[in-house]
């Protein structure tokens, strides 16, 4: 009598997940949150029926937009992470020694208190680094109102389905270009082209006036089906998307941090997109 999960992001195809046993289940009126055990992924978590982290793969996802953006960078040291309750992102970019602040700005505190509780691998102390400041409130009205300025901005948000939707608007764009240092990154999880194919269309067009560098780059997150997944990629300046793997192998050399996907020759080569991406810009 085996159960299984299955996902419905999309109308006409669905995956899903034998379930060893469902560990909570929770709504507190912004979203249903659901954590189930796995055999294959580890521990599941979903948010109104989408996979946002699995135990097992995360590490691809979070690794990806927080190296990639920082070695381009070259020399952050204030993050802003908006979403990413789960701290699987504050993991990586705290692995940084060069980084002196991260605010994390999630929507429901519901979703860090969860996380911290009963996927505490995923944050692996990160709520509690004394460079984390987390503050629960929407991303958008946090942008418009700071007067924080941030080397490397990651949008670690849901699809734009949900309370997640206004992270993909031209507004919100706009307020994250306005809190960028004048070498500042945003990066943020732009979906899997070959079945969202319009994301990658409509961020293009509404970041394009706003920064100097609007691009995209790729990496396979295996629960994220559907072939590769785009990540996003914005910068106040044109210099950090063209650094070349020399530039970004000497910095990762003199500054490593430990991983399981992310190497320089992989941050390089994520950045060439398959004709049917280039296609949607
Ligand atoms: N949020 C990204 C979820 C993307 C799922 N979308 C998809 N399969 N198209 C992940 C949050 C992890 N910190």
Not at 100 to 106: A, P
Not at 250 to 264: C, I, K, N, S
Request: with cysteine; hydrophobic share 40%; glycine share 8%.
């Amino acid at each position: 009598n085996e159960e299984w999960f299955r996902e419905e992001l999309y109308p006409h195809w669905r995956q899903s997940f034998q379930i060893t046993r469902e560990l909570y289940r929770a709504n507190d009126g912004l979203q249903d949150i659901v954590l189930f055990e796995t055999p294959g992924f580890g521990r599941v978590l979903t948010l109104d029926g989408v996979i946002q982290v699995t135990t097992g793969d995360e590490f691809v996802y979070h690794e990806m937009l927080a190296h990639v953006p920082i070695y381009a960078h070259g020399a952050v040291k204030s993050a802003c992470v908006v979403g990413g309750g789960d701290g699987g992102m504050l993991r990586e970019i705290l692995k940084h020694a060069s980084v002196e602040q991260v605010v994390l700005v999630e929507i429901d505190a519901a979703v860090v208190e969860f996380c911290r509780q009963h996927m505490p691998t995923v944050s692996a102390g990160a709520f509690d680094d004394p460079r984390t400041e987390i503050v629960i409130a929407d991303g958008l009205k946090y942008m418009a109102e700071t007067t924080r300025r941030f080397d490397l901005i990651v949008i670690d948000s849901t699809d734009p389905i949900g309370p997640g939707g206004v992270l993909f608007t031209e507004q919100f764009y706009k307020d994250c270009a306005r809190c960028l240092t004048a070498e500042g990154i945003v990066v943020n999880q732009n979906g899997v082209p070959f079945l969202q194919g319009e994301e990658v269309t409509d961020t293009y067009l509404r970041r394009r006036p706003h920064y100097a560098d609007v691009g995209f780059y790729m990496a396979a997150v295996p629960t994220y089906v559907g072939g590769l997944m785009a990540l996003g990629w914005a910068s106040a300046s044109s210099r950090p998307r063209g650094e070349t793997v020399e530039t970004i192998a000497a910095r990762f050399q003199a500054a490593p941090v430990t991983t399981r996907y992310y190497t320089p020759e992989i941050h390089k080569a994520a950045f060439a997109l398959p004709q049917y991406v280039q296609a949607l810009i």
